[in-house]
């Protein structure tokens, strides 16, 4: 069984279970193309309060665009496919908790979840109480990855920051990168996974379609 198939399956099982936020505690759906996409991405960034870091990592990750903080309408052959941005904060996390039950409640058009990115609010190890409430979240999502606190990035403006593409060559380990020079290791597996989790489910859409005829 794919890790797509399993991401499913957790879906179906959790939707019928799952109470939908209130209407004010919901993201909008785009009634109409991603407006300021100048390609079509592999998957999208959806933020899911302001400051999340999804803007800063759809500039870093190649394939990804943000979503503008709503769910895409799937128009125009636009990927379906959705990954939510938190940042590791208690209020970050209920924010992304609320947009996984509006999914999972069928109040969020046509995408697909597959993941949950948390991204540090601060340096060092994570709180105990904001990684007990990050493991309940994310028992929703999927699959969670974590993007560590880099101080250079919070300098500088996005446009500033390098740029990973699948397909990239892994620098040589060093003791220390600088992350406005090289895309850091751990976001570059970051996108790797992503790019995975992404083409398991196209493989596994095509499969089925096969199936029924």
Known sequence: MTAAMKLR?????????????????????????????????????????????????????APAADAGRRWPGVFDRESPFVVLVARETIAGLARAHDLLRQHHSGFAGSSEVLGLITVA???????????????????????????????????????????WTPGDEI?????????????????????ADIVAVVRENLDSSASFEEGQH
Do not use: C, F, N
Not at 135 to 160: F, I, K, N
Not at 172 to 190: N, S
């Open 9 to 61: 399956r957790q879906s179906e099982v959790v939707q019928a279970g799952v109470v939908a936020p209130p209407e004010s505690r919901r993201a909008p759906v785009w009634d109409r193309p991603v407006p300021g996409v100048g390609r079509a991405p592999l998957w999208w960034l959806l933020g899911v309060h302001g400051g999340a870091g999804a803007s800063t990592l759809a500039r870093v990750l």
């Open 121 to 163: 609010a601060r340096p060092g190890r994570m709180p105990a109480e904001i990684r007990r409430y990050r493991d309940v979240v994310g028992s929703l999502a999927g699959q969670v990855w974590q993007v560590p606190w880099y101080e250079e990035w919070t300098l500088v403006e996005p446009e500033s920051l390098p740029i």
């Open 171 to 191: 620098p040589q380990k060093k003791k220390r990168i600088d992350p406005l020079e090289e895309v850091p290791l751990a976001v570059r597996e970051l996108g």
